[in-house]
């Protein structure tokens, strides 16, 4: 599959609004296109338009996703949410970031505000984010180029690095095509061997249950991120425990019940398939790189290009 090329700024701060700036995390960033009109010709499997404005849009980084540096109200651990953040930022090239201590998560300053980068992206995804790899500095090849992405050019990404230095789970959508699926999975499975970054703590995972006594208890561990996602939400709910979560899940197929492809077994699935929970424990009992996730469907007669 071919990725399309964007040049561009990735933005950090903005000088004029700095408490209002961008929030970025380990997996997210604000990118500033030169050419706007390229982000509007992506695919939008989801049926989403992008959304961009004069200061740019966000890119989640395709393949990934770190721990929640913040999430509504709340967060993951945060040792290893601002590791990854960090880390992304440093490799993008910023240096002497500092956050608002009342704010942690928008920059109060740093060296550069605003720096040269690319990325390299197949759609905009269904929050309207811009889905990609990304890489410091310009490249060779010029804006809107079609590039037929392999793997030592993915090993140049930020997202190869976070993924191999153990600073974010595997997340892959069907967008993602299969030989790059299978070479990042192999990264994160040596990251996990290693005990690389989070997978030290990482739980609720297939070595081990986690268990969560309230939503203050759940900030504190390292799972993985999509997973902490659903269970915030349930136990908003006002729920006690993990008893009704199967089926709290099983009731929206979109925006809880993901659509699941399961690579062990080669079948469909859904999210519940790989959960289990009950009274205060909960377990992903299948590796994240073991499953392939489909993008929210597209409303009828929503357009996809």
Same mark, same amino acid.
């Given at each position: 599959m071919s990725y399309t090329l964007l040049r561009g700024q990735f933005v950090i701060r903005y000088p004029d609004l700095p408490r209002q700036g961008p929030e970025p995390d380990g997996d997210t960033v604000k990118?500033?296109?030169?050419?706007?009109?390229?982000?509007?010709?992506?695919? @939008?499997?989801?049926?989403?338009?992008?959304?961009?404005? *004069?200061?740019?849009?966000?890119?989640?980084?395709? *393949?990934?996703?770190?721990?929640?540096?913040?999430?509504?109200?709340?967060?993951?651990?945060l040792v290893c949410a601002n590791a990854a953040r960090d880390r992304l930022l440093e490799l993008l090239g910023f240096t002497n970031i500092v956050f608002f201590e009342d704010q942690p998560n928008n920059v109060k300053a740093a060296d550069q505000d605003s720096l040269r980068g690319y990325v390299l992206s197949n759609g905009?995804? !269904?929050?309207?984010?811009?889905?990609?790899?990304?890489?410091?500095? &310009?490249?060779?090849?010029?804006?809107?180029?079609?590039?037929?992405?392999?793997?030592?050019?993915?090993?140049?990404?930020?997202?190869?690095?976070?993924?191999?230095?153990?600073?974010?789970y595997p997340a892959?959508? !069907?967008?993602?095509?299969?030989?790059?699926?299978?070479?990042?999975?192999?990264?994160?499975?040596?990251? @996990? !061997?290693?005990? !690389?970054?989070?997978?030290?703590?990482?739980?609720?995972?297939?070595?081990?249950?986690?268990?969560?006594p309230n939503l203050l208890g759940l900030q504190q561990l390292v799972m993985w991120p999509k997973l902490f996602r659903r269970l915030v939400p349930y136990l908003a709910t006002g729920a006690a425990d993990f008893?009704?979560?199967?089926?709290?899940?099983? *009731? &929206?197929?979109?925006?809880?019940?993901?659509? #699941?492809?399961? #690579?062990?077994?080669?079948?469909?699935?859904?999210?519940?398939?790989?959960?289990? *929970?009950?009274?205060?424990?909960?377990?992903?009992?299948?590796w994240p790189e073991e499953f392939i996730i489909n993008p929210d469907p597209a409303p009828p007669g929503a357009p996809t290009r």
């Open positions: 990118f500033r296109p030169d050419l706007p009109a390229l982000v509007e010709g992506l695919r @939008r499997p989801s049926g989403t338009p992008p959304d961009i404005n *004069a200061r740019g849009i966000s890119v989640r980084l395709e *393949a990934m996703d770190a721990l929640e540096t913040h999430f509504g109200e709340t967060h993951q651990e905009i995804d !269904a929050n309207g984010r811009l889905i990609g790899f990304v890489y410091r500095g &310009d490249p060779a090849e010029p804006d809107g180029a079609n590039i037929f992405l392999e793997e030592d050019r993915v090993d140049g990404s930020a997202n190869a690095t976070l993924m191999e230095e153990g600073l974010a892959f959508y !069907a967008t993602l095509p299969a030989s790059l699926r299978t070479h990042l999975a192999g990264k994160s499975r040596a990251a @996990r !061997a290693a005990q !690389a970054g989070l997978w030290e703590n990482s739980t609720a995972d297939p070595n081990g249950k986690a268990t969560v008893t009704g979560f199967d089926t709290w899940l099983r *009731a &929206d197929a979109v925006h809880r019940d993901d659509p #699941l492809f399961l #690579l062990d077994r080669g079948e469909h699935g859904n999210m519940h398939d790989v959960i289990s *929970a009950a009274g205060h424990d909960v377990q992903l009992t299948v």
